[in-house]
């Protein structure tokens, strides 16, 4: 075991509350490329680890709180001796073992994958970080990351993507980063994602698409025309407003055409926190569709996918991209505005419009009423509007003066 430094300045709280309050950390050398800092603050000082990169250069990172305040517990508050520990442990790296070397960015995304598999969780959220997660980010160490590094990444990726892109990219590594924190009681810094990863404003601005009756039923036909197994898959999604990774797992025995009033079963997505397990609500179809959906589905099993693709396989979740480009385009729209989730919008604004209550139509596509208002509120409220203004009072409008007033007779 290292041999613990002295330092007749930092290893009791009386003599550091002596410190002048600095923002530059007062270091000590407590091993070969390594060091251990107190930055005294007006408050609690904390602990700044210090790491050679092998480049000349140094990395720090706050690895906890000082005990000027509280007693050391360990894990959050640290004395001078558990300071050096976690240290020590954190330079580790990969000469350490499992048990004791800290987590690294890529790794974190890695055990936040495993995580969203066990609870049925969509990976691809985590796909989409890695694919502009740089590598001197990617190996860090996530005990040492600082918020300006993370500020940086961040700001760069509003280069290439929308600000709503940024915002959810930035999302799935904050819960990547805070799994990891959750399980590694060394990792202290969770202010740094919270800063550095901060949502930005303003970006999560309505721009969808919304298309009229004749449009849709136009995409429709466009799709039929390309295979009949596509214009299904299309023709479902407009008339239940379901998302793409809806669509793919709805099975055969979902279907309720057997009915005066046909259904589907749709699947619950696979979105919000917690364990992501699919359930099953109702959704009306109409009786023409419901009927050719029961001669697609005819002797196939109960379980088997209900909607195919041409080749018979399973639609992916990107399978449908180009097909649904050239039938927009071949409906003069342009494909680069319109995209498959127009129809998921056309249907929500055409139900709220019909004056369906906002909470059926929350629980009819699989999303919150909190989510339907922030996101469609302008036509919720030209709703509202055209309901209110059939209860006005018009105080221009003609009055009848032939009422005779009544007065008390005299006797």
Not at 192 to 212: M, Y
Not at 250 to 278: C, F, H, N, W, Y
Request: glycine share 8%; aromatic share 4%.
């Amino acid at each position: 075991m290292p041999r613990s430094i002295r330092s007749s300045d930092l290893e009791t709280r009386s003599a550091r509350l002596k410190l002048p309050v600095a923002k530059k950390p007062l270091f000590v050398r407590i091993g070969l490329g390594i060091g251990l800092g107190y930055r005294r603050n007006q408050i609690a000082g904390s602990w700044v680890g210090r790491f050679a990169d092998g480049k000349g250069g140094n990395r720090t990172g706050v690895i906890g709180l000082a005990d000027d305040y509280e007693n050391a517990d360990g894990n959050r508050v640290l004395d001078f001796w558990q300071a050096q520990e976690r240290v020590r442990a954190l330079a580790r790296g990969d000469s350490g073992t499992v048990s004791t070397r800290s987590i690294r960015v890529g790794e974190a995304l890695d055990a936040y994958e495993a995580d969203l598999r066990t609870r049925g969780g969509d990976i691809g959220n985590v796909k989409r970080v890695r694919a502009h997660l740089t590598p001197d980010l990617c190996g860090t160490t996530v005990a040492l990351l600082a918020a300006a590094e993370l500020r940086r990444w961040r700001d760069g990726l509003i280069k290439s993507l929308a600000s709503s892109t940024v915002n959810r990219t930035c999302t799935v590594l904050k819960a990547a980063l805070n799994l990891a924190a959750d399980h590694d009681e060394r990792i202290a810094n969770r202010r740094a994602w919270e800063t550095g990863l901060a949502t930005i404003p303003d970006a999560e601005q309505s721009r969808n698409v919304i298309l009229g009756e004749s449009d849709v039923r136009w995409i429709i036909a466009e799709a039929h025309a390309q295979s009949p197994e596509f214009g299904l898959f299309v023709e479902v999604a407009a008339v239940t407003g379901a998302r793409v990774s809806q669509l793919a797992r709805i099975e055969v025995q979902d279907l309720q055409a057997d009915r005066a009033d046909p259904r589907l079963l749709m699947p619950t997505s696979r979105k919000g926190r917690g364990s992501k397990k699919i359930l099953r609500h109702p959704v009306p179809m109409p009786i023409g569709l419901a009927v050719r959906l029961q001669v697609l589905a005819k002797d196939r099993p109960a379980t088997a996918p209900l909607l195919l693709k041409p080749d018979g396989d399973r639609w992916g979740k990107s399978n449908h991209a180009r097909l649904f480009r050239r039938a927009v385009k071949a409906a003069h729209r342009d494909p680069t505005q319109v995209t498959i989730y127009a129809l998921r919008h056309s249907n929500i604004v055409r139900q709220i419009l019909a004056g369906v209550p906002i909470r059926v139509v929350a629980v009819n596509h699989d999303t919150s009423v909190t989510m339907i208002e922030r996101t469609y509120s302008r036509y919720i409220g030209d709703h509202t509007d055209a309901l209110a203004r059939g209860a006005l009072l018009d105080t221009t409008a003609p009055f009848e003066t032939n009422v005779v007033p009544i007065r008390a007779s005299v006797e």
